[in-house]
């Protein structure tokens, strides 16, 4: 039976047929070629952009977790590394005016022989080029000091007990006697405390048991008292409030730097009650001294911000620190930076 021979419409729609069939071929091969070699990630188009970047979020960059912010051990404001240094500085009318006593972060007042008192200056943030006078050492201070870890004790001399208590005890002994010509002996001992930092291998500050709070919700309600009057010995100490901080007085007489004028201010008063106790020494007049005792406790008030607050003191051991409680049993706070305390025996 014959075939009829295809019109030439039906060979063209073959020939098209068979074109775009062969197209679909060749296009599914080369996306199987394709589909083995690393093309990279398709570029998305804009309208599904949205769709992408939801199922295919970017990684966030991680962000380390500020530490906290780290205050200092014997002040309250910014951490120093620097070595923790007391000087025994001279208190009487003849030594005054001191030198280099406004920069100290620390200063107790004691009583020694004959009523008289004696500062011991603690020096930790920032240390003077010239202070003074310095004075000799007593049993106060070996029993005293080892509270801040082994600190460096600057003195201008000490009789052979005393000297043998603080070679015993964590002190580093500095004793020093370059005197300055100008004042009178024996008030005339006086040193570069920044020359003896560099080179004294004094400890680092410890935690000596003291709480800073720059707002204190119990300081806020505590009663006004802006300026507090204590004695220590036969010496009266005067703090007059003003600009948020304390003028310290000595018997009616500011604390004035002998060389720039600066006044010594403190941002605490700590009075301490304390035990004083013949310690067996005598001075050259034969005068007996005491030690003023700051292991075991006792009543404390404490002054800051024009306010007033009463609790206790205690202090386990000679290595242990020193605590000033509520009569809740909680840590007082103090204001961040000085602080003066009196040993009132």
Known sequence: MSQRPTSGRSRAHTVVAASIGFVLVAGVGIAAALAGQDAGPPVPSAVNSTATSESSPRPTKRTATPKPRQSDRLTGGAASN??????????????????????????????????????????????????????????????????????????????????????????????????????????????????????????????????????????????????PKTRVGQDTFNFEYGGGHYLVRWNGRQYADGDTGKITKTDNVVIMSVQNRPDGNRDVNGVPSVRSETVGHGRVTIYRDGKKMTGSWQRASVSAPLQFRDGSGRDIALAPRKTWVNLQG
């Open 82 to 227: 620097n070595p923790v240094i007391a000087v025994k500085v001279d208190n009487i009318a003849a030594a005054l005016p001191q030198v280099g006593l406004h920069a100290a972060d620390i200063v107790f007042a004691q009583e020694v022989e004959g009523g008289q008192t004696r500062l011991i200056a603690v020096y930790h943030t920032r240390f003077p080029r010239r202070l003074g006078p310095v004075r000799s050492a007593r049993t106060t201070d070996d029993q005293l000091l080892p509270m801040f870890g082994k600190p460096g004790l600057v003195y201008s001399g000490a009789n052979r007990r005393v000297q043998r208590k603080i070679n015993s005890a964590s002190i580093v002994p500095i004793p020093r006697t370059t005197r300055d010509s100008r004042r009178p002996v024996p008030h005339n001992v006086f040193v570069s405390l920044r020359a003896i930092a560099a080179s004294a291998a004094a400890g680092k500050a410890k935690p000596i048991g003291w709480s800073f709070l720059r707002h204190d919700q119990r300081w806020a309600a505590a009663p006004a008292a802006r300026n």
